[in-house]
């Protein structure tokens, strides 16, 4: 909590950070690795859908 100067501003930010996180994490170490290059490219491409 060092940068932050609200307990309001850090629970925000961990609250994006989180969902944004999630949305990209596939754990490549459990996936086979042209499984986990699919999973980030369709990630990848909804994130810019919404990101538009």
Known sequence: MARFRDIKTLQKFA?????????FNHQSN????QIFK???ASALAEW???AA
């Open 15 to 23: 609250a994006v950070h989180a969902s944004i996180y999630n949305h």
């Open 38 to 40: 699919q999973l980030r």
């Open 30 to 33: 459990l996936n086979h690795r």
């Open 48 to 50: 810019r859908k919404l």
